[in-house]
């Protein structure tokens, strides 16, 4: 169980960090 919820902490993680890539990413596009 322990790891799985490491996964999703993980999971939580990447999902508060990728916003922030695609906006760098947008931004460097434009």
């Given at each position: 169980m322990?790891?799985?919820q490491a996964?999703?902490?993980e999971n939580?993680?990447?999902w508060q960090?990728?916003?922030v890539v695609n906006l760098?990413?947008?931004?460097k596009l434009d």
């Amino acid at each position: 169980m322990s790891e799985q919820q490491a996964k999703v902490q993980e999971n939580m993680k990447d999902w508060q960090y990728w916003p922030v890539v695609n906006l760098r990413l947008a931004v460097k596009l434009d």
